[in-house]
Nanobody
């Protein structure tokens, strides 16, 4: 079992950047593929990015491709999401999640463990 805690959210102006972190405790995060998802107010949760256990495979949603970078430091049990060129439509609660599946899963129902989320608001 693993516990996940996100941080790094906040208010940022359009065009700005944020780096979200997800710290894992309990079982080593290297045992899991990791993903970032987001949920805007009144909308369904959507996939943002995922990374395989060793970090060799990364996948991104078409809606954000080219702007975020997912990475991981297994020695620190931490996964990151660097978001650049932020837009108002990126406003959402961002969640990290851990999956026992191989590769870099993109479906939320393939993830077992979830953090509590961190709010990202993009507004001028």
């Amino acid at each position: 079992q693993v516990q996940l805690v996100e941080s790094g959210g906040g208010l940022v102006q359009p065009g700005g950047s944020l780096k979200l972190s997800c710290a894992a405790s309990g079982r080593a995060s290297s045992s899991y593929a990791m993903g970032w998802f987001r949920q805007a107010l009144g909308k369904e949760r959507e996939f943002v990015a995922s990374i395989s256990r060793g970090g060799s495979t990364t996948l991104y949603a078409d809606s954000v491709k080219g702007r975020p970078t997912i990475s991981r430091d297994n020695a620190k049990n931490t996964v990151y999401l660097q978001m650049n060129s932020l837009k108002p439509e990126d406003t959402a609660v961002y969640y990290c999640a851990a999956s026992v599946f191989t590769g870099a899963p993109t479906r939320g129902d393939w993830y077992t463990y979830w953090g509590q989320g961190t709010q990202v608001t993009v507004s001028s």
